[in-house]
T-cell receptor, first 113, second 113 residues
Framework: DQQVKQNSPSLSVQEGRISILNCDYT??????FLWYKKYPAEGPTFLIS?????DKNEDGRFTVFLNKSAKHLSLHIVPSQPGDSAVYFC????????????FGKGTLLTVNP | DVKVTQSSRYLVKRTGEKVFLECVQD?????MFWYRQDPGLGLRLIYF???????EKGDIPEGYSVSREKKERFSLILESASTNQTSMYLC????????????FGSGTRLTVV
């Protein structure tokens, strides 16, 4: 049973526009959420996180929104740049400790110049 | 910065061989993890360790074992490699108490022929 779902395998946007990546979860015990970015042949790197006590967290061009009632979070990238082209993984943990993360399947973002 | 080093970037092994994947972290972290990444399946947890000589099964431990004799080193062992274990293997170390989740190594692309 997939507890973290990224239903869009891929997304293509133009440079300068907004990229919106979505993630849904089923486990109501999740209380800490993270986004990772992965380039080919490299390990994932941490991007941004949000605790369930918040509904928004912002870091530069990246903003994560959390809708607990809908069990949905999204990552907004504004403006999108070609260097943002990568696979983005949504992850969640229980207890806020990020001790054990459950990952989604990932979304491949392509930003076209 | 935390560094997580995986000893090999690419490996080719024969079916039935015993395979060792090594991972070393340089920040004295208690928690270390092994994931595999496959297209369309995302990152799946194989095993994790929360201290020396301690280990727990993840979601897909079959066909694998692990060893943690020293805090900085966490080894993944394929007892008898099979073609369905061809994958990208990712080691991670946890940043304790931080909001960053895991720090990942660069990955080992294993091909079993």
């Amino acid at each position: 049973d997939q507890q973290v779902k990224q239903n869009s395998p891929s997304l293509s946007v133009q440079e300068g526009r907004i990229s919106i990546l979505n993630c849904d979860y089923t486990n109501s015990m999740f209380d800490y959420f993270l986004w990772y970015k992965k380039y080919p042949a490299e390990g994932p790197t941490f991007l941004i996180s949000i605790s369930s006590i918040k509904d928004k967290n912002e870091d530069g061009r990246f903003t994560v929104f959390l809708n607990k009632s809908a069990k949905h979070l999204s990552l907004h990238i504004v403006p999108s740049q070609p260097g943002d082209s990568a696979v983005y993984f949504c992850a969640a943990s229980v207890g806020g400790s990020n001790y054990k993360l459950t990952f989604g399947k990932g979304t491949l973002l392509t930003v076209n110049p | 910065d935390v560094k997580v080093t995986q000893s090999s970037r690419y490996l080719v092994k024969r079916t039935g061989e015993k395979v060792f994947l090594e991972c070393v972290q340089d920040m004295d972290h208690e928690n270390m993890f092994w994931y595999r990444q496959d297209p369309g399946l995302g990152l799946r947890l194989i095993y994790f360790s929360y201290d020396v000589k301690m280990k727990e099964k993840g979601d897909i431990p079959e066909g694998y074992s692990v060893s943690r004799e020293k805090k900085e080193r966490f080894s993944l062992i394929l007892e008898s490699a099979s073609t369905n274990q061809t994958s990208m293997y990712l080691c991670a170390s946890r940043v304790p108490g931080g909001g960053y989740g895991y720090t990942f190594g660069s990955g080992t692309r294993l091909t079993v022929v």
